[in-house]
Each structure stands twice: as structure tokens, then as C-alpha cells.
Nanobody
């Protein structure tokens, strides 16, 4: 089983930027699509962004489109989420996840087999 470890969360003012990283424990990381999800207090976990195994075909939730960019470096077993123009409503625990599939087309929680522990992102107004 691939283990995932997020970093880069923190406290930022509205309008600021953060970059999250997710390092995988196994090189099989490069064979599968990856995604970021987030969960705010008292709310369900929501899809944020996904990318295919080769870094192509990024998909974004409407709530973040135009403000975030997902990317990956397979040589480093690392997934990234660059977040700009952050808003207070972006406050949540952000988790990376590895898919059962190579394509980023599959974006339901049940399409993912392993999750990181999460990184807290807090955006102050």
C-alpha cells in the first residue's frame, strides 16, 4: 500500500498563496492518477483537483478553478497543489489521495485507495 504524506499547510491571509506537497512512499505513485480533497469543519469531504498519471488532464472543482493548479513530479514521487487568491471559505484540511486508475476522469472518493493524513489550511479574513 502506498503511504502519502502532505506538507505545506498553514495560516495565510485572504488573497495570499500556499503550495501543498504530497510525497508518496512508493514509486508506483507514477502509475496512477492523484487528487486533492478537502474537508471543512462540520462538512463533507469535497473534491478539489485531480491529475492523470502523466501529469496531463487536470480537473478542478468549480469553487477553486482559476485559483489553484495541480501538478506532479513523478521522478520525486510528489504531488503539488498551488493555491492562489485564497479565501476564508478555502479553510479546511486538505488531503491527497491516489487513484485506482491512471485517468483523472474518476474523481469520486471511492475511486481512491489511499489517503494522506491531511494538512490544515486556514485563511483569515
Amino acid at each position: 500500500q502506498v503511504h502519502l504524506f502532505e506538507s505545506g499547510g498553514g495560516l495565510v491571509q485572504a488573497g495570499g498563496s500556499l503550495r501543498l506537497s504530497c510525497v508518496a512512499s512508493e514509486p508506483t505513485f507514477s502509475d496512477y492518477a492523484m487528487a486533492w480533497f478537502r474537508q471543512a469543519p462540520g462538512k463533507e469531504r469535497d473534491f478539489v483537483a485531480a491529475v492523470s498519471w502523466n501529469g496531463n488532464d487536470p480537473y478542478y472543482a468549480d469553487s477553486v478553478a482559476g485559483r489553484v493548479a495541480i501538478s506532479r513530479d513523478n521522478a520525486k514521487n510528489t504531488l503539488y497543489l498551488q493555491m492562489n487568491s485564497l479565501k476564508p471559505e478555502d479553510t479546511a484540511v486538505y488531503s491527497c489521495a491516489i487513484s485506482k486508475y491512471r485517468s483523472s476522469w474518476f474523481r469520486a472518493s471511492t475511486d481512491f485507495v489511499s489517503w494522506g493524513q491531511g494538512a490544515q489550511v486556514t485563511v483569515s479574513s
